[in-house]
């Protein structure tokens, strides 16, 4: 049993948007079931951020940027090796909006992510070249929050690399498996609680 402390926790939702969910351009199997969980769970924390994956039309993470290239299929960009998409989380587009069901009025901030034309963005803290912040690490030392509950979409990228950032920039991250879905592309979901486990990243099932 997890006992929460309401000035230092922090509830990161990560990416909880249509195209990640079923009928959506990326979609996560079951990634929807992840709603209610989070609403349930945002009712226990004093403190929830939301990040929004954001990208601009023609972003260079979609396979449709680089002529012969399929979705899936990897690129080799200045800051190395990037996964391929199909086009998603368009900024303005239904599909980059939170499920309508998220209850969303909670949240304190929302972090965007993804928004530069030339490199893509898993993690809640720092752009795919691990370097360029996203701010957030800032603002949790300010509001002096030191540990992170994670939930979201999806477990083995944007929720595996936030919570791995965060370990390496000194704060606590615990990930709540109910309230997360993979996306588990040749064995990244696996490998994904490997690196996790090893960053010193807690893994529990549901908070009671
Ligand atoms: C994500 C792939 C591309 C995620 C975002 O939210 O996990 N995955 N963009
Ligand atoms: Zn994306």
């Known amino acids: 049993m997890m006992q929460l402390r309401p000035n230092d926790d922090l509830l990161l939702v990560i990416d909880v948007q249509n195209d990640f969910c079923p009928g959506g351009a990326l979609a996560v199997a079951d990634g929807d079931a992840v709603v209610p969980v989070i609403n349930r769970l945002s009712k226990r924390f004093n403190h929830v951020v939301l990040t929004q994956d ?12 680089h002529p012969g290239s399929a979705p899936f299929e990897t690129a080799t960009m200045s800051y ?3 996964t391929l998409w199909p086009d998603h989380c368009v900024q303005g587009t239904h599909g980059a909006a939170f499920h309508p069901q998220l209850s969303t009025e ?12 030339e490199m893509d963005s898993y993690s809640a803290f720092f752009e ?3 370097r360029t912040p ?3 690490s800032g603002y949790l030392r300010d509001r002096g929050l030191q ?23 000194g704060f606590e991250a615990v990930v709540i498996e109910s309230g997360c879905r993979g996306i588990d592309l040749a064995g990244s979901l696996a490998s994904a609680w ?6 010193g990243v807690q893994r529990i099932s549901d908070i009671s």
């Open 128 to 130: 795919n070249d691990r």
């Open 80 to 82: 190395g090796e990037q």
């Open 54 to 65: 954001w990208h601009p039309v023609g972003h260079s993470s979609f396979a449709t940027a």
């Open 134 to 136: 996203t701010g957030l």
């Open 194 to 199: 490997i690196a996790m486990k090893q960053a």
């Open 106 to 117: 909670c949240a304190e901030l929302v972090i965007r992510k993804g928004f530069r034309d």
């Open 147 to 169: 540990r992170l509950f994670l939930v979201g979409l999806a477990t083995d990228y944007c929720v595996h690399y936030s919570a791995v950032d965060a370990r390496r920039l």
